[in-house]
Every structure is written in C-alpha cells, then in structure tokens.
C-alpha cells in the first residue's frame, strides 16, 4: 500500500477547495476530572511510557489516577498531538472512547480523517504504539506522538454521560454528530445537517456499527434518498455512539 503523506494531502485538500468539516474537540465529562502533568513526549522510533496521573474527587478527597495502568472506559477523554502535523495550530487533540470502546484518532488538526483504536483491555503504552502504527502505515514517515489521559468518566451511569455520544460520517459528506442525551438522531436527519453534495450517493450509504456488550460488527446499507423523497421513516436509523457512515460517491458515466 502506497503510504500518503499528509503533506500532499493538505495540497490537494487546499487546491480543490474541499476541505472536510473538522470534528469539534471531544466535550468533558459531566464531571469534569483535570490533568495534572503535562503530556509525556513519544520518540519517534517508539512510543515511551505515560506518567500522568489525573486526579479525581472521591468523597471530598483527591484519588490520583494511574493513566499507566487504567483500564479505559466509555467516556474516558484522550489528549494527543503529533509533532508532524501540518496544522500546528491544532497541535493539542482531544479524542473519546465510544460506548463499543473504541477511539478516533484525527490525522491531523487540518483533516476530518482519523484512525481507529479499539483500547479496551490495552494499557496506555500499547494504545500509543496502536496509533503511531496506523499514521506511519498511511499518513506519516515515522510520526513523532505524544498521547495522554486527560480525564476519565467519572460517573458510571450510561444515562448520565450519553449526551457525549458521537456518530462519525466520512466518504463525500464529512463530520461529527453528536447524539445528545435524551433525544434521537435519525440517519437522514443527520446527512441533512451535513449540508449538500451532488456527488454523494444517498442511495446506498454504509452504516457499520459495533455492538458495545458484544464486540460484534454489523453493517447496513441504508437508500437515504427514497426515506428523503418518499418519506419512508421505516427505512431510517437510529443512530449510537461510536457509529461510522460511509457516504460513497455517485457512478459517473462518461
């Protein structure tokens, strides 16, 4: 596989004018827990190990937290950056673990692409390694990385904490929905939002889901254009977190 430099990417994002929507930063937990080292430094030949240690408030007292060891868990919050990132201004990234315990990690600030890390049952370091592999096999030449804990969930009521959910959209329409607590977010609506695009094939968009109790991956094919045209709620989808919807592009024919 031929590995793309970001580099040339942002030239052929910045020349076609059609730059993908950046997703906004991950939001904090419902109660927030606050960092209390600076991000540990990632050589470029290996990932180091992590030594921040979030503090928590536990009944009036501060617990600090072993980011090192933590088992990770829905809602936890990443703080990443990589040294080589041609949107330096977007040095500092956060990213979310999902209900079905993966993380999307952004490319870069500049980009809506991102890799996808299943952290559960890995600790900090191998989480590392994980993301530094997958940008050196597509986007970078040896990547240098820096990634921490920057707060965990500290309320373990799903209830409490889904209003963070997201569903990621890539293909011809790009972005991030949120999935606010309480409240349900249809397939069609979503793309909507996502404004238009004549190239984007809304009659056969891929929707791949992984089932958070147990790990397994579904996969549907939605024709979002007959729901839109003809009204047939039957066919939409309700949306979870960690959901990832491929918009491919029309067939042309010359």
Same mark, same amino acid.
């Given at each position: 596989?031929?590995?793309?430099?970001?580099?040339?990417?942002?030239?052929?994002?910045?020349?076609?004018?059609?730059?993908?929507?950046?997703?906004?930063?991950?939001? !904090?937990?419902?109660?927030?827990?606050?960092?209390?080292?600076?991000?540990?430094?990632?050589?470029?030949?290996?990932?180091?190990?992590?030594?921040?240690?979030?503090?928590?408030?536990?009944?009036?007292?501060?617990?600090?937290?072993?980011?090192?060891? !933590?088992?990770?868990?829905?809602?936890?919050?990443? =703080?990443?950056?990589? $040294?080589?990132?041609?949107?330096?201004?977007?040095?500092?990234?956060?990213?979310?673990?999902?209900?079905?315990?993966?993380?999307?990690?952004?490319?870069?600030?500049?980009?809506?692409?991102?890799?996808?890390?299943?952290?559960?049952?890995?600790?900090?370091?191998?989480? !590392?390694?994980?993301?530094?592999?997958?940008?050196?096999?597509?986007?970078?030449?040896?990547?240098?990385?820096?990634?921490?804990?920057?707060?965990?969930?500290?309320?373990?009521?799903?209830?409490?904490?889904?209003?963070?959910?997201?569903?990621?959209?890539?293909?011809?329409?790009?972005?991030?929905?949120?999935?606010?607590?309480?409240?349900?977010?249809?397939?069609?609506?979503?793309?909507?939002?996502?404004?238009?695009?004549?190239?984007?094939?809304? =009659?056969?968009?891929?929707?791949?889901? $992984?089932?958070?109790?147990?790990?397994?991956?579904?996969?549907?094919?939605?024709?979002?254009?007959?729901?839109?045209?003809?009204?047939?709620?039957?066919?939409?989808? $309700?949306?979870?977190?960690?959901? =990832?919807?491929?918009?491919?592009?029309?067939?042309?024919?010359?």
């Amino acid at each position: 596989m031929k590995k793309r430099l970001l580099s040339a990417l942002a030239i052929l994002s910045l020349a076609s004018g059609a730059l993908g929507q950046t997703p906004a930063p991950a939001p !904090r937990p419902t109660e927030p827990v606050a960092a209390a080292l600076a991000p540990a430094t990632t050589t470029p030949k290996e990932a180091t190990a992590g030594t921040n240690s979030p503090a928590a408030k536990e009944n009036g007292s501060v617990k600090m937290i072993n980011a090192a060891e !933590r088992d990770f868990k829905p809602r936890d919050i990443f =703080r990443f950056s990589i $040294k080589e990132d041609p949107a330096p201004s977007q040095a500092s990234l956060e990213a979310m673990v999902t209900d079905a315990g993966e993380v999307h990690f952004l490319v870069s600030g500049q980009f809506s692409e991102y890799v996808t890390v299943d952290v559960r049952g890995k600790k900090l370091a191998e989480i !590392r390694s994980d993301v530094k592999r997958m940008l050196d096999e597509r986007y970078y030449q040896n990547a240098s990385i820096t990634l921490d804990l920057a707060s965990i969930n500290v309320n373990s009521s799903a209830a409490a904490t889904s209003g963070m959910a997201r569903a990621r959209v890539f293909g011809e329409l790009n972005g991030t929905i949120a999935l606010p607590d309480g409240e349900e977010v249809w397939l069609s609506d979503a793309l909507i939002g996502l404004g238009r695009n004549e190239m984007a094939n809304l =009659r056969k968009v891929k929707l791949q889901r $992984k089932d958070p109790a147990t790990g397994a991956n579904k996969s549907f094919e939605v024709n979002v254009e007959k729901i839109l045209k003809t009204n047939a709620r039957n066919l939409d989808i $309700k949306l979870q977190d960690g959901d =990832r919807i491929e918009v491919p592009a029309r067939t042309v024919l010359f």
